[in-house]
């Protein structure tokens, strides 16, 4: 019994490990996407919008990527609903992007 309780306790680091590391991959992406947008912003560039929503989509997919691990270690039922509902509200915002995406690309 111990050995299971050492591999969940290994796992469980792991994935904290992994979690952390994402979300953090994530806000990168987006805090350096928002500078970059800016930047075209300020010099006028047609593909501004576009750059930036292709920056935030892909900021969100490494933080969804984090909240898919964290149902790995949930444990009762109101987590995995906090965690679902995040999910879902990521998966939503990311889906908008890609579809504002592709409509800036039908346009240009």
Same mark, same amino acid.
């Given at each position: !019994?111990?050995?299971?309780?050492?591999?969940?306790?290994?796992?469980?680091?792991?994935?904290?490990?992994?979690?952390?590391?994402?979300?953090?991959?994530?806000? %990168? =992406?987006?805090?350096?996407? %928002?500078?970059?947008?800016?930047?075209?912003?300020?010099?006028?560039?047609?593909?501004?919008?576009?750059?930036?929503?292709?920056?935030?989509? !892909?900021?969100?997919?490494?933080?969804? %990527?984090?909240?898919?691990?964290?149902?790995?270690?949930?444990?009762?039922?109101?987590?995995?609903?906090?965690?679902?509902?995040? =999910?879902?509200?990521?998966?939503?915002?990311?889906?908008?992007?890609?579809?504002?995406?592709?409509?800036?690309?039908?346009?240009?």
């Amino acid at each position: !019994m111990e050995f299971l309780e050492l591999l969940h306790l290994i796992l469980e680091n792991i994935v904290d490990g992994a979690i952390l590391l994402f979300e953090f991959i994530g806000v %990168g =992406i987006i805090i350096f996407s %928002g500078l970059r947008g800016f930047w075209s912003y300020l010099h006028r560039s047609p593909e501004t919008k576009l750059t930036l929503a292709r920056g935030l989509a !892909m900021g969100l997919e490494f933080k969804l %990527g984090s909240e898919i691990l964290r149902t790995v270690v949930v444990r009762d039922w109101k987590e995995i609903g906090t965690v679902a509902g995040i =999910i879902a509200l990521r998966a939503a915002l990311t889906f908008l992007i890609h579809w504002e995406i592709k409509e800036e690309e039908k346009e240009a």
